[in-house]
Protein backbone atom coordinates (compact mmCIF):
# COMPACT_ATOMS: atom_id res chain seq x y z
CA UNK A 1 0.00 0.00 0.00
CA UNK A 2 1.15 3.69 -0.82
CA UNK A 3 -0.08 6.84 0.27
CA UNK A 4 0.20 10.07 -0.31
CA UNK A 5 -0.75 13.24 2.06
CA UNK A 6 -1.07 16.58 0.67
CA UNK A 7 -0.79 19.56 3.27
CA UNK A 8 -1.21 23.24 2.26
CA UNK A 9 -3.84 25.15 0.35
CA UNK A 10 -6.01 27.54 1.18
CA UNK A 11 -7.32 31.23 1.09
CA UNK A 12 -4.85 33.97 -0.18
CA UNK A 13 -4.68 37.34 -1.72
CA UNK A 14 -3.77 37.91 -5.24
CA UNK A 15 0.18 38.52 -5.03
CA UNK A 16 0.27 36.48 -2.05
CA UNK A 17 1.90 33.02 -1.68
CA UNK A 18 0.89 29.72 -0.47
CA UNK A 19 3.34 26.28 0.07
CA UNK A 20 2.04 22.63 -0.57
CA UNK A 21 3.40 19.50 0.34
CA UNK A 22 2.61 15.99 -0.57
CA UNK A 23 3.85 13.26 2.21
CA UNK A 24 4.47 9.84 0.46
CA UNK A 25 4.29 6.86 2.97
CA UNK A 26 4.17 2.45 2.45
CA UNK A 27 6.02 -0.48 1.10
CA UNK A 28 8.04 2.36 -0.85
CA UNK A 29 11.00 0.45 -2.75
CA UNK A 30 12.06 3.68 -5.02
CA UNK A 31 10.31 7.27 -6.13
CA UNK A 32 11.16 8.38 -9.56
CA UNK A 33 9.45 11.62 -10.90
CA UNK A 34 7.18 14.16 -8.35
CA UNK A 35 4.62 16.43 -9.77
CA UNK A 36 2.08 18.55 -9.22
CA UNK A 37 -1.24 19.19 -11.61
CA UNK A 38 -4.24 21.44 -10.80
CA UNK A 39 -7.89 21.58 -11.73
CA UNK A 40 -9.55 24.16 -11.95
CA UNK A 41 -13.46 24.37 -12.13
CA UNK A 42 -15.14 23.20 -15.87
CA UNK A 43 -11.37 22.61 -16.98
CA UNK A 44 -9.28 19.60 -17.27
CA UNK A 45 -6.07 18.80 -14.85
CA UNK A 46 -2.79 20.32 -16.56
CA UNK A 47 0.82 20.14 -15.43
CA UNK A 48 1.89 22.51 -12.72
CA UNK A 49 5.40 21.37 -12.31
CA UNK A 50 7.76 18.12 -11.84
CA UNK A 51 10.82 17.50 -10.50
CA UNK A 52 13.19 13.86 -11.33
CA UNK A 53 14.70 11.70 -8.78
CA UNK A 54 17.93 13.52 -10.21
CA UNK A 55 16.10 17.20 -9.45
CA UNK A 56 15.77 18.55 -12.74
CA UNK A 57 12.43 20.85 -12.85
CA UNK A 58 10.33 21.39 -15.40
CA UNK A 59 7.36 24.10 -15.26
CA UNK A 60 3.77 25.12 -16.90
CA UNK A 61 4.99 28.53 -18.50
CA UNK A 62 2.22 29.59 -16.63
CA UNK A 63 3.73 29.81 -13.23
CA UNK A 64 7.27 29.71 -14.57
CA UNK A 65 9.55 32.21 -12.40
CA UNK A 66 6.53 32.21 -9.40
CA UNK A 67 6.95 28.57 -8.24
CA UNK A 68 9.06 26.49 -7.43
CA UNK A 69 8.97 22.34 -6.82
CA UNK A 70 11.24 20.89 -4.65
CA UNK A 71 11.90 17.38 -2.90
CA UNK A 72 13.33 15.63 -0.36
CA UNK A 73 14.26 12.27 -0.65
CA UNK A 74 14.80 11.24 2.79
CA UNK A 75 11.31 12.12 3.67
CA UNK A 76 9.56 11.00 0.70
CA UNK A 77 8.22 14.88 0.33
CA UNK A 78 7.54 16.99 -3.06
CA UNK A 79 6.89 20.44 -2.07
CA UNK A 80 5.27 23.25 -4.28
CA UNK A 81 6.52 26.70 -2.98
CA UNK A 82 4.00 28.94 -4.89
CA UNK A 83 4.43 33.25 -4.94
CA UNK A 84 2.49 36.00 -6.50
CA UNK A 85 -0.02 34.29 -6.64
CA UNK A 86 -2.68 35.20 -9.20
CA UNK A 87 -6.64 34.87 -9.35
CA UNK A 88 -6.50 32.01 -12.38
CA UNK A 89 -4.00 30.14 -10.12
CA UNK A 90 -7.01 29.15 -8.77
CA UNK A 91 -7.79 25.24 -8.88
CA UNK A 92 -7.26 22.12 -7.01
CA UNK A 93 -4.13 20.88 -6.83
CA UNK A 94 -2.73 17.31 -6.84
CA UNK A 95 0.40 15.52 -6.19
CA UNK A 96 1.58 12.93 -8.68
CA UNK A 97 4.41 10.27 -7.16
CA UNK A 98 5.64 7.89 -9.41
CA UNK A 99 6.93 4.98 -7.15
CA UNK A 100 8.29 1.76 -7.10
CA UNK A 101 6.58 -0.59 -4.75
CA UNK A 102 8.46 -2.83 -2.71
CA UNK A 103 8.40 -6.46 -4.42
CA UNK A 104 7.22 -4.90 -7.76
CA UNK A 105 9.35 -4.17 -10.80
CA UNK A 106 7.57 -1.11 -12.33
CA UNK A 107 6.49 1.96 -11.16
CA UNK A 108 2.94 3.39 -10.82
CA UNK A 109 1.47 6.50 -10.84
CA UNK A 110 0.01 7.89 -7.47
CA UNK A 111 -2.38 10.35 -6.74
CA UNK A 112 -2.62 12.76 -3.56
CA UNK A 113 -6.50 13.59 -2.68
CA UNK A 114 -5.97 17.16 -4.29
CA UNK A 115 -6.05 20.57 -1.95
CA UNK A 116 -7.66 23.53 -2.76
CA UNK A 117 -6.25 27.01 -3.49
CA UNK A 118 -8.41 30.05 -4.13
CA UNK A 119 -6.62 33.19 -4.77
CA UNK A 120 -9.09 36.12 -4.23
CA UNK A 121 -8.58 39.36 -6.37
Known amino acids: QVQLVESGGGLVQAGGSLGLSCAAS????????MGWYRQAPGKQRELVAT???????NYADSVKGRFTISRDNAKKTVYLQMNSLKPEDTAVYYC???????????????WGQGTQVTVSS
Open 96 to 110: NVDIQRIGVRRGSDY
Open 26 to 33: GSIFSINA
Open 51 to 57: ITSGGRT
